[in-house]
């Protein structure tokens, strides 16, 4: 099951998405979801190896962007705060 399927089928509060996968990246699932919707209005958090460009700002499908390498606590940090503005 792919996560587009999985999100269809089931309820989340968010989803946590690399930007590199190997299939699809993270873009094009954000673009995906927030074209759903079913699904859009769950939140996405990016993150990524590579330094994150503000340029991802403009599209304003990411909740949150994330760096790696990055701490248990800024990841749940952020999911704690999207989690609560639901």
């Keep these: 099951m792919d996560a587009l ?6 309820t989340f509060d968010l989803v946590v ?3 590199l996968m190997p299939v699809m990246d993270g873009l094009d699932l954000a673009a995906q979801i927030k074209g759903n919707p079913v699904i859009r209005d769950i939140p996405i958090v ?8 503000t340029r991802f700002d403009e599209h304003s499908v990411f ?7 990055f701490s248990l606590d800024e990841l ?5 705060v999207l989690v609560a503005s639901k």
């Design 5 to 10: 399927e999985l999100l269809l089928s089931e």
């Design 17 to 19: 998405t690399d930007l």
């Design 46 to 53: 990016l993150m990524s190896g590579r330094k994150l460009e």
């Design 63 to 69: 909740a949150a962007m994330l760096t790696k390498p």
């Design 76 to 80: 749940l940090n952020v999911i704690v």
